[in-house]
T-cell receptor
Framework: DAKTTQPPSMDCAEGRAANLPCNHS???????VYWYRQIHSQGPQYIIH???NNETNEMASLIITEDRKSSTLILPHATLRDTAVYYC????????????FGTGTRLQVFP | GAVVSQHPSWVICKSGTSVKIECRSL??????MFWYRQFPKQSLMLMAT?????????EQGVEKDKFLINHASLTLSTLTVTSAHPEDSSFYIC????????????FGPGTRLTVL
């Protein structure tokens, strides 16, 4: 699976959009971009995934560049409960495949 | 979404004892489950893939004789830390993919193990 690079930490004001970047320059054609987050002392939670088109669900939006070498997770209106570590993971699409976690981005939402 | 539970949520044990951690898929069946370990301020590290009815597949560097995995049914996988030592103190998390969810995996809430 391709490696990902994320900034170690970011801050965001409550109510503002949080934009979390991820670089995956070695992504291959059959690999998807997945985002999970982990709130302190809990198990990770799935957020969203995509292949090449932008995706949106009730939690977030995922913007993938045309060359697919990078992506951005957008939390449109961050709340204090969005404070967590966000992991960008690249893998082929099959849910029985293992997930390899990188270091992630620690997002701190402040009042 | 599908629910994965773990038991116990935390455990404290003496050095040299063995500890069993259970991972259950509550509303779906899982032929595959994954076990992770997480040390403070670090990312999740995959330990092994648990396969129902067959042997687990361990990641490089993980001692299979120390971390025994049993996946005896489609809803239960267990991880036994044998002869636990203080360096085994960690947060253990399991995950399972649901058959009707092609893309995501569901994670348990984790088990915090402290070895004295």
């Amino acid at each position: 699976d391709a490696k990902t690079t994320q900034p170690p930490s970011m801050d965001c004001a409550e109510g503002r959009a949080a934009n979390l970047p991820c670089n995956h320059s070695t992504i291959s054609g059959n690999e998807y971009v997945y985002w999970y987050r982990q709130i302190h002392s809990q198990g990770p939670q799935y957020i969203i995934h995509g292949l090449k088109n932008n995706e949106t669900n009730e939690m977030a939006s995922l913007i993938i560049t045309e060359d697919r070498k990078s992506s951005t997770l957008i939390l449109p209106h961050a709340t204090l409960r969005d404070t967590a570590v966000y992991y960008c993971i690249v893998r082929a699409q099959h849910n029985t495949d293992k997930l390899i976690f990188g270091t992630g981005t620690r997002l701190q939402v402040f009042p | 979404g599908a629910v994965v539970s773990q038991h116990p949520s935390w455990v404290i044990c003496k050095s040299g004892t063995s500890v069993k951690i259970e991972c259950r898929s509550l509303d779906f069946q899982a032929t595959t489950m994954f076990w992770y370990r997480q040390f403070p301020k670090q990312s999740l590290m995959l330990m092994a893939t648990s396969n129902e009815g067959s042997k687990a597949t361990y990641e490089q560097g993980v001692e299979k004789d120390k971390f025994l995995i049993n996946h005896a049914s489609l809803t239960l996988s267990t991880l036994t830390v044998t002869s636990a030592h203080p360096e085994d103190s960690s947060f253990y998390i399991c995950s399972a993919p649901a058959a009707d969810s092609y893309n995501e995996q569901f994670f348990g809430p984790g088990t915090r193990l402290t070895v004295l």
